[in-house]
């Protein structure tokens, strides 16, 4: 699960021009072509450097995003919700293992991925620092944070990195069991009874706000990021995407008779824009830097997960075994 | 076909698998490492998919339907051996009580596969693979911790001796062993802890670990006649937190 | 004081709340070897590349992949695990190049061991088992792979690994990928709820 809004390093000036000129052409041309890049492949730093990061903080944003779901993993009403919550907690386990995989492709290895994450050098998604007070709330992250997590990745394994494109393959299909599981549980609840549908009602009053931020704030478009387009490592825009998830999933909420807390939520019939009211993004610079209600624990649990499961990993490590990073 | 006994004997294999597959679900998330995280959770999704199956057979026998026998009895109506009711304390604990369950487990379906109930014998047939898998990781990871390090070893020794008072608790005789027996339902505790004593002590002569004397043990009974330690109860509270809000509700 | 969490499972973890601030150390620690996995989707149908996992040793690395790759088993028939250090790459091309055009040696002829080879059809997709070849070494692998599998559909990059270093799961093993029908509740098609929407709106009508 992971959103957009992903926080590229500012571009020096002298980036490009210290890369080997003919190199460069034939990577471009080898993009421009349709074709995808792959591990041994000839790449200009940059490239290099803006992947490993937005992969490493999609990685996370799988790893930290078990958690907020894991709350109810253990009080799942009923054999069928038992098995799809831990079998999509699971899932979400399974994609940061793919994506630290395909990160590690370029040359960062995993440990170094995950003592950055746990040492807050790296991000990850902003929506997993807020907490799941309900069933109803583990009810909305299973449907629409995965739904907005898909809009991004869909956008994304359209990309031009090799590795990146397959694993997002794999996530995207394994996804859509997540989005039908959170759909229908929000069906359950919203058709339900009256506690059920309250219950459910909150929960989108809580999560609404974070939901806007999950995009990221609006892009500037800048010489930076046009580049990044042009090497299709940024697939899709901030607000392309806010505007794709609300143009796919406000009506199948208003369907189910829910409401979401913003008033000024509608779409223009000329444009076919999406007006709304823009989410308080101070809040999210606060909360992204450290100050959200769950960043603490998130990190906390993943360090003694960390911690607790060194003794295994150093009896099974044999003396001379040799890392290499993964081929594909 | 004494059907009490019957209910009796699917009563606490069920609650078994749901017992030890909601704790080992626990780990979802904070396993040692990741590719052992999600191994370790397609097991516990086994095991509570396992008791389910085995809730429905109990349905079709007369009993309430199984999210109702699940979520809703008393820690005192649970037939599991306490063994799966322990909290997971650390990896060595939990790899222990793993390889111990699930070996006994194997050994009990495949007799299961035989038995004159003609729907277990068919559900014991349709989960060998499942089992297949979780006793070759179970062996797998005693043999490599099992004999690798001062500290993997150590842990795993005290995790089994202190899982073993309760791991023979597995085995606790039912009211009924005679007629299940004599009706060929099942053949009976007595053989299957004798085949697993015979088997885990094969495995563990691999390892570095030592089989504690179980002349020396008495065996923790009291799970398969209601009897539990203080952490089912909590267990079954916090399982059935959401479902106890409206039991009736379709969820 | 313990972290208190509304994950009761992490309070239970007993998290020390006063040490979240350490610095874990990076290093090697916990840097196993990597494995990369193949799995077969259907009888018949060639092994493909499904992804790496770290794992301490071969055994570990199958356990690992089993879950990681096939826990649907329904798409799954057969898995095999290969050290990533034993795989040979050769180079990549592009551009409707084939790569077998640059292997300009001959087959030696010898056949001294047995060699797996994998190819890469196009970029972005998943290298394919393309057959097996008895040849002498590595490169000369790669020549015989030439003669025996090149055709007019170009290959972009080649994968070649020694028989044995192949760890593959038994035929009589192909059980452990049996699933229940219950557990649908993995897939997408399992969640229709369409009535339930249609009962609430003639309802609320």
Redesign the interface.
């Known amino acids: 699960m992971y959103g957009g809004g992903n926080s590229f390093e500012a571009m020096k000036a002298t980036a490009l021009t210290d890369e080997d000129p003919v190199k460069l052409a034939e990577f471009e041309a080898r993009i421009d072509r349709g074709e995808k890049i792959e591990p041994s492949d000839w790449m200009p730093q940059l490239y290099r450097k803006q992947l490993i990061r937005m992969i490493e903080q999609h990685a996370h944003s799988e790893i930290i995003g078990a958690l907020p779901e894991g709350t109810w993993i253990t009080r799942a009403p009923g054999f069928k919700r038992k098995l799809a919550l831990m079998a999509k907690v699971q899932d979400e386990v399974g994609h940061a293992q793919l994506l630290y995989s395909a990160a590690e492709t370029l040359g960062k290895s995993r440990e170094d991925m995950i003592a950055d994450l746990i040492n807050g050098k790296s991000k990850y998604s902003n929506i997993f620092n807020y907490p799941a007070f309900t069933w109803a709330d583990s009810c909305f992250i299973s449907w629409l944070v995965d739904a907005g997590a898909i809009v991004n990745q869909i956008a994304n394994s359209k990309g031009s990195y090799g590795p990146y494109c397959r694993a997002l393959e794999r996530i995207c299909a394994e996804e859509s069991f997540h989005l039908k599981y959170g759909h229908h549980c929000v069906i359950h609840l919203a058709t339900g009874t009256k506690v059920q549908r309250e219950m459910m009602q909150a929960a989108f009053n809580r999560w609404w706000v974070p939901m806007m931020h999950f995009f990221g704030p609006s892009d500037k478009i800048s010489v930076h990021s046009e580049i990044l387009m042009r090497w299709k490592v940024k697939m899709s825009s901030n607000d392309e995407c806010r505007q794709q998830f609300l143009d796919m999933y406000v009506p199948k909420i208003w369907e189910l008779g829910l409401t979401v807390p913003d008033d000024k939520l509608r779409k223009d019939p000329e444009t076919g824009q999406w007006e709304f009211t823009e989410p308080d993004w101070e809040e999210f610079k606060r909360v992204i830097n450290g100050d959200g209600p769950c960043n603490k624990e998130r990190l906390a649990v993943r360090r003694v997960a960390e911690e607790r499961g060194a003794w295994v990993r150093q009896a099974l490590l044999a003396p001379k075994t040799k890392y290499v990073a993964p081929l594909a | 076909m004494n059907t009490e006994a019957l209910k009796d004997l699917l009563y606490k294999i069920a609650d078994d698998q749901l017992i030890l597959g909601h704790r080992n679900s626990e780990w979802t998330g904070f396993g040692p490492l990741l590719e052992e995280d999600i191994a370790f959770s397609s097991m516990a999704q086994d095991k509570v998919g396992q008791s389910w199956q085995i809730y429905k057979l109990l349905e079709e026998l007369g009993e309430s339907e199984p999210d109702m026998v699940a979520f809703m009895r008393n820690a005192d109506q649970f037939h599991n051996c306490q063994l799966v009711e322990l909290p997971n304390g650390e990896y060595d604990f939990s790899l222990i009580r793993h390889f111990l369950f699930d070996m006994a487990e194997q050994i009990r379906f495949t007799h299961l596969a035989s038995s004159s109930y003609e729907p277990l014998s068919l559900l014991a047939k349709k989960i060998k693979g499942e089992i297949k898998y979780h006793t070759m990781h179970a062996k797998i990871w005693m043999k490599q911790l099992g004999s690798a390090t001062e500290e993997s070893v150590s842990r795993l020794q005290n995790s089994l001796e202190e899982a073993m008072p309760y791991a023979l608790g597995i085995f606790e005789p039912s009211k009924f062993e005679a007629e299940l027996i004599k009706e060929d339902i099942f053949r009976g505790e007595e053989v299957i802890k004798e085949e697993w004593i015979e088997q885990i002590s094969a495995i563990l002569k691999e390892t570095s670990l030592k089989m504690p004397d179980l002349n020396s043990i008495t065996p923790v009974y009291g799970g398969r006649y209601g009897k539990h330690t203080e952490h089912l109860q909590p267990l079954l509270d916090e399982m059935s937190e959401v479902f106890k809000m409206d039991p009736t509700a379709d969820w | 004081m313990n ?1 208190k ?6 309070t ?2 007993g ?1 020390d ?1 006063s ?2 601030t ?13 494995y ?1 996995a193949f799995i077969e989707t259907k009888e018949g149908k060639p092994f493909e ?1 499904a ?7 071969e ?2 690395a199958f ?2 992949a ?3 790759f096939s ?1 649907r088993g329904m798409f799954c028939n057969a898995l095999c695990v290969i050290k ?2 034993n ?1 040979k ?1 050769s180079e ?1 091309t ?2 409707n190049e084939d790569v077998y055009n640059l292997v300009n040696n001959r087959a030696s002829g010898v056949e001294r061991e047995s060699f797996e080879i994998f190819h ?1 059809a196009k ?5 394919k088992y393309a057959g097996s070849v008895m040849a002498k070494d590595y490169e000369d692998a790669l020549a015989k792979a030439k003669e025996d599998f090149q055709s007019d559909k170009p290959v972009f ?1 080649v ?1 070649v690994v020694k028989s044995e270093h192949v760890l593959a799961s038994d035929e009589d ?1 192909r ?6 029908k ?2 649908k ?9 369409s009535d ?2 249609k ?3 003639e309802q ?1 009508a």
């Open positions: 972290l969490s509304l994950d009761p499972r992490v239970r973890l998290i709340e040490t979240d350490q610095i874990i150390e990076k290093g090697n620690l916990d840097q196993f070897e990597t990369e590349h992804g790496p996992v770290h794992a301490p040793n055994e570990m356990l690992f089993k879950e990681q826990r990533t250090e795989i790459v990549y592009d551009n890469l970029r972005g997709k998943q290298h990059n994968w093993d059980d452990i990928w049996d699933t229940l219950e557990k509740y993995r897939d997408a098609i399992d969640y229709k709820a339930k929407i009962a609430f709106k609320q």
